[in-house]
């Protein structure tokens, strides 16, 4: 990967669809989504599309499925799928995996092998979807112990959420799950463990600007947001306290990183904070630069 030659990394894209068509989210979640962020046509490129999609851009990105087979019933995106189109567009794509919390010990069996065989760079958890709260020693500690063993990076979805927004009953997804404090007690006890807490957390904004203030391993990233909606505190912290803590995310492909750039060139975010936010924060993060 040619660092100096990107104009910045997404750190928050969703693998939606495998080589053989099948995609994490049935297709009434998948379509509560789409409504909720108005996208428009087809939103499931497949990996390679989203590599060609990045590179014309110059830029690179950070690219996951979410395993929450255990409350879904519907199987992710392989993880070694994703990983290994990252290998073969290794000038672009960043690979992350996720691992369903109920699979106990052959999740920890399988989060140290993706490490281990596949490079995977971090980890998702969507605690709504996946239904569990991240504070939860008895089932998710084991997968915390072996990302912060291998240096690798734990990616929390906090706030709201597009999933099942509109269905009846938010399609049995609670949004209790995702309050970034349960994030919080994960961060003091592995002190050691990279965070990223994901979006703007409506509606527990200060909580996330509280928990990534006061830790020194948490990071937010701005994913899942236009940035003419962030509310005015982030920014604030952004340019400040957290200027070397946040970091440009899309959502891709809910929301794309050119109507995510074209939205921040309007913030009144300095000019020396800027890039930190657009690439060198996640490069430093990622360890794709030296601290």
Do not use: C
Request: net charge negative.
């Amino acid at each position: 990967m040619n660092l100096d030659g990107l104009v910045a990394i997404d750190v928050h894209t969703h693998a939606e669809v495998s080589s053989r068509g099948h995609s994490s989210l049935d297709d009434g979640l998948h379509a509560a989504s789409s409504a909720y962020f108005k996208v428009e046509g087809e939103r499931k490129p497949t990996l390679t599309q989203t590599a060609a999609y990045y590179r014309e851009r110059n830029m690179a990105a950070v690219i996951f499925t979410v395993d929450a087979e255990s409350a879904t019933g519907t199987e992710p995106v392989p993880n070694e799928e994703v990983a290994e189109a990252a290998a073969a567009h290794a000038d672009v794509l960043i690979p992350f995996a996720s691992i369903d919390p109920y699979r106990g010990r052959a999740g920890v069996r399988q989060a140290r092998r993706l490490v281990a065989e596949y490079g995977v760079k971090g980890f998702k958890f969507h605690p709504s979807i996946q239904g569990f709260f991240p504070n939860d020693r008895a089932l998710a500690y084991g997968l915390y112990e072996v990302i912060e063993e291998t240096g690798t990076i734990a990616l929390f979805h906090t706030g709201q959420t597009g999933i099942g927004a509109g269905v009846p009953g938010g399609g049995g997804i609670r949004l209790k799950y995702s309050n970034p404090l349960y994030v919080d007690d994960v961060a003091a006890d592995f002190p050691h463990l990279k965070i990223i807490l994901a979006h703007p957390s409506f509606p527990w904004q200060d909580e996330a600007l509280a928990v990534a203030t006061h830790k020194p391993g948490v990071h937010i990233d701005l994913s899942g947001w236009s940035p003419k909606y962030f509310p005015p505190q982030l920014v604030r912290y952004a340019n400040s306290l957290l200027q070397d803590k946040v970091l440009f995310g899309s959502d891709f492909p809910v929301l794309t990183p050119d109507r995510w750039l074209a939205d921040f060139r309007e913030l009144p975010v300095k000019d020396e904070v800027r890039p930190k936010i657009l690439k060198e924060n996640a490069a430093r993060l990622l360890g794709l630069m030296t601290p």
